[in-house]
């Protein structure tokens, strides 16, 4: 059963890329309003009711506390180490997701981060806080096309540039997903996979990426970071462009973490 999921791990990667509209919500409204606009001119009731059902979907979509509590379940799963303990782990295991478009980098030669960009800032911290520590960077080129440099290229930039000791840093490049991160990352450190390591992702990631690493047999702690949410969101607060964005990654990583689960 495990190599026939295997098997199919490749055009599943094509599908989770071609079906991201599932975890945005926008698309859910544009698919009532095509519906409603095929429905015109035989339904009329139905599809003025289905064009106003849109725009209050897309109202209530607004709303930062559902999103929120999604997300404050995901990132309430695991607690940021204490900085007494650092020293006894061989290193940091840092994810992919912090940068931004290859196209930027190869244009101005900078290195774009994104929202996430806590998953490169505080590795180079913790590096500099505790010598010991090594890193080892994990992201390709997770798009469906290749568009140049990949993650590891971009975090090699990044990394150099604050001074971090290449010697104490090594960079995989071939993964895509989250499964792939582990597989790869196994691979690469062989048995040292059994030391006990840090592995720095979003806080909200942090579920999905601790099952796949210890599925591939890898001891590692989570630090999370890239927290999202506070202890509370009023259900006052309202912001369309910030909640949109938060519906995303929530529907992103529930569904993400059911495909794993199932296909493990």
Not at 68 to 81: I, M, S, W
Not at 195 to 206: C, E, K
Request: net charge positive.
């Amino acid at each position: 059963m495990q190599n026939a999921w295997k098997s199919l791990w490749q055009p599943m990667f094509i599908l989770s890329k071609l079906f991201n509209a599932v975890t945005q919500p926008l698309y859910w409204v544009i698919a009532v309003w095509i519906i409603a606009l095929l429905s015109l001119n035989r339904w009329r009731r139905f599809a003025l009711a289905a064009m106003w059902g849109g725009l209050l979907l897309i109202y209530l979509l607004g709303f930062l506390a559902p999103p929120d509590a999604l997300l404050r379940t995901l990132e309430g799963r695991y607690a940021v180490p204490n900085a007494s303990e650092l020293d006894r782990y061989a290193g940091l295991i840092v994810l992919g997701g912090a940068l931004g478009s290859p196209d930027s980098y190869a244009a101005h030669a900078q290195v774009p981060l994104s929202e996430a960009a806590t998953r490169l800032t505080v590795p180079v911290e913790l590096m500099r806080q505790h010598a010991a520590l090594r890193l080892v960077f994990t992201g390709g080129d997770g798009t469906l096309l290749p568009r140049g440099a990949t993650e590891a290229e971009m975090a090699q930039a990044f990394f150099v540039s604050q001074g971090v000791d290449m010697q104490r840093a090594q960079f995989e490049a071939r993964s895509r997903t989250t499964r792939e991160n582990a597989q790869q990352v196994a691979r690469l450190l062989g048995a040292r996979c059994t030391q006990p390591w840090l592995l720095v992702t979003s806080a909200w990631h942090m579920p999905r990426a601790m099952a796949e690493f210890e599925a591939v047999g890898c001891r590692v702690t989570a630090y999370p970071v890239d927290f999202r949410t506070g202890n509370t969101t009023p259900f006052t607060d309202y912001d369309l462009l910030t909640a949109l964005k938060e519906w995303k990654i929530a529907l992103h990583e529930w569904l993400g973490l059911w495909v794993y689960r199932v296909t493990r």
